[in-house]
């Protein structure tokens, strides 16, 4: 049975490019409950906490409770088992209900059966599900928060094709070598160092290696943008979450001053990043409502 093309095959809500990482995150949250712990069941009241963490962090901008991956995570086959008091069997999506005491999920005995002969086979299903959900920059984060350690994590993508090595060049010749957000430009014996060729839509949701879905951000904002934190509108203005609070001088001027400001354009003649890529961004990652203006 190839066990990372099952996981990948999980039911998730589809439609108009919508991110529905929730299930995903479960299961990493289980995975990471393994490496520690093995094969024991994960009683819902300790699964709550971290699970709505995950969820509140790396999911969409929209408020999901954690009991809906919880449940129905369970009807997708040889996955994931639901058990309470009574036998197998979920009480179903309800807070109250996964509250009380004896609820508990686990992975399905063949699967934890299979990671236990197969030492890869964890790492091969956690970065599957990291690539097929998650921009890069945020695998690192999401795995010390589901407590997982993954070993050989820079292989290549199991999932996704191969990124055109050219887009990155790209798309840093076409803002100059500058951050579109904060002008950074800096260079190393002549070499750019600390700008990244960011997407606005991602790879995981059919993001393309064009100019078109490209920004040349410095590393700070490529994170930023990836998390949520900042955007930018249609009339190509950087946008800051209300919700990043800096209390600091360097989070006040290097994030929030630039709400407002204008996104640096490409050269003459090159396209800059499309509206509906903008959009998807804007509905799928950026932790609305926007602060006002600088």
């Known amino acids: 049975m190839d066990w990372v093309e099952r996981v990948l095959g999980i039911r998730q809500y589809e439609r108009h490019g919508e991110r529905a990482p929730h299930k995903p995150l479960l299961l990493l949250h289980a995975l ?31 408020a999901t409770s954690p009991g809906y991956p919880f449940h129905h995570l369970a009807n997708d086959d040889l996955i994931w088992v639901v058990e309470t008091p009574a036998g197998p069997g979920s ?47 945020l695998h690192g984060d999401i795995c010390q928060e589901a407590g997982l350690d993954l070993d050989g994590a820079a292989l ?4 996704l094709p191969a990124r055109d090595p050219a887009f990155r060049l790209a798309v840093l010749e076409a803002y100059e070598f500058s951050c579109a957000f904060c002008d ?12 990244d060729a960011a997407h606005l839509r991602w790879r995981a949701y059919g993001g393309p290696d064009d100019l078109v879905n490209g920004l040349c951000l410095c590393a700070l904002h490529h994170r930023l943008l990836d998390r949520g934190v900042m955007g930018l509108t249609r009339d190509r203005t950087v946008t ?27 050269q003459p003649g090159l396209p800059g990043v499309e509206p509906e890529h903008i959009d998807w961004h804007t509905a799928q990652v950026f932790r609305t409502p926007a602060r006002t203006a600088a």
Do not use: C, W
Request: glycine residues 12%.
């Open 184 to 195: 950074y430009d800096g260079l190393l014996d002549g070499v750019a160092v600390g700008l």
């Open 156 to 159: 290549p993508s199991p999932v």
């Open 32 to 62: 990471g409950r393994f490496q520690r712990d093995g094969a024991g069941p994960i009683p819902f009241s300790a699964a709550e906490t971290p699970l709505r963490r995950l969820l509140h962090e790396f999911g969409p901008p929209r």
């Open 240 to 266: 800051v979450s209300r919700k990043f609070m800096g209390r600091g001088q360097a989070a006040r001027s290097l994030v929030q001053a630039l709400s407002g400001r204008p996104v640096r354009a490409p």
């Open 91 to 137: 009480p179903g999506s309800g807070l109250t209900a996964l509250r009380e005491p004896g609820v508990q999920g686990r992975l399905h005995p063949d699967l934890t059966a299979a990671l236990a002969e197969r030492p890869g086979l964890l790492t091969q299903i956690a970065r599957a599900l990291l690539d097929a959900n998650f921009e890069p920059s």
